[in-house]
């Protein structure tokens, strides 16, 4: 079983949609979780960190369930440039400290 | 905008070449790392660092090997490039406890 696992998708939505991603995580000693975006070939990018009273960025909601070991990311009208692959992130702590990422999940938004 | 650099941002090279791939920081941060990703394949870890003089595999094997003897520079290095060596070659860098990492924009190396 993978450490994080995302819905790899592609979700197709058309502009103004709202569409949710899932993610979960194996490892309950977890201390943090961020969302991040990547763009075709390019470096991934912070989008937002994930905190436990969930939190809200513009269009962008984050959701986290320790109990559950559950993230989600929420993104209200959509827009085309909102298309790229959405990357869930989990820092593992305990005898070791890294982030491991999920293998993301890939929006398509249409006109 | 993150400060992490790396280069070259491009590298097309023949099979048997030592080549070694930079990455430098300015952040002060003590975690770095370097993942590998194929086109439309997700990241895998391959190296990361504590500190300086730490070095750790990670949970890809890799030929690759690295070195952290200053805070801000992490290179990679490969002593005998072959074509599987063809990928992008991200490097990242993080706060030690628990902070978002920051990524360079990467090495597309080429080994033909």
């Known amino acids: 079983r993978k450490e994080v696992e995302q819905d790899p998708g592609p979700f197709n939505v058309p502009e103004g949609a709202t569409v949710a991603f899932n993610c979960t995580y194996s490892n309950s000693a977890s201390q943090s979780f961020f969302w991040y975006r990547q763009d075709c070939r390019k470096e991934p990018k912070l989008l937002m960190s994930v905190y436990s009273s969930g939190n809200e960025d513009g269009r962008f909601t984050a959701q986290l369930n320790r109990a559950s070991q559950y993230i989600s990311l929420l993104i209200r009208d959509s827009k085309l440039s909102d298309s790229a692959t959405y990357l869930c992130v989990v820092n593992f702590s305990g005898g070791y400290n890294k982030l491991i990422f999920g293998a993301g999940t890939r929006l398509a938004v249409h006109p | 905008e993150a400060d992490i650099y790396q280069t070259p941002r491009y590298l097309v090279i023949g099979t048997g070449k030592k080549i070694t791939l930079e990455c430098s920081q300015t952040?002060?941060?003590?975690?770095m790392y370097w993942y590998q990703q194929d086109p439309g394949m997700e990241l895998h870890l391959i190296h990361y660092?504590?500190?300086?003089?730490?070095?750790e595999k990670g949970d890809l094997s890799s030929e690759s090997t690295v070195s952290r003897i200053r805070t801000e520079h992490f290179p990679l290095t490969l002593e005998s490039a072959r074509p599987s060596h063809t990928s992008q070659y991200l490097c990242?860098?993080?706060?030690?406890?628990?902070?978002?990492?920051?990524f360079g924009q990467g090495t597309r190396l080429t080994v033909v």
């Open positions: 952040m002060g941060h003590d975690k």
């Open positions: 990242a860098s993080s706060k030690t406890r628990g902070g978002a990492a920051f």
């Open positions: 660092s504590y500190g300086v003089n730490s070095t």
